[in-house]
């Protein structure tokens, strides 16, 4: 039984390096697109953690997706006067819709 312990935990440790490392790639390659002279630009949003079925039963707050889509709306307009290349979005802890805070 513990070396399906082992196994497991070594596979999450894996998955995690290979996010990691894939998101650096992501962060590079939307840095040196964003750099070129073409219309095109890319604005990397990192939500924090979304209220869906894969959080059930957290106890941390969690991010409307209503929401969360209309602040990306936001800031893709802002984006037409200001160049925006990265965010990150986290809900605030006072207005958490999880039931902690209202």
Known sequence: MSTNIT???NEKQLNKHLYDASKIALDHLANK???????CQIILIRPGRINSNHNIGSTKSLID???LSENILKIVEM????RITSTT????AHTGI???CK
Request: hydrophobic share 20%; aromatic share 4%.
């Open 7 to 9: 196994r497991n935990k």
């Open 65 to 67: 997706p209503y929401k």
């Open 79 to 82: 984006s037409t006067e200001m």
């Open 33 to 39: 697109l964003n750099g070129l002279n073409d219309p």
């Open 89 to 92: 979005i986290i809900q605030d």
């Open 98 to 100: 999880n039931g902690k």
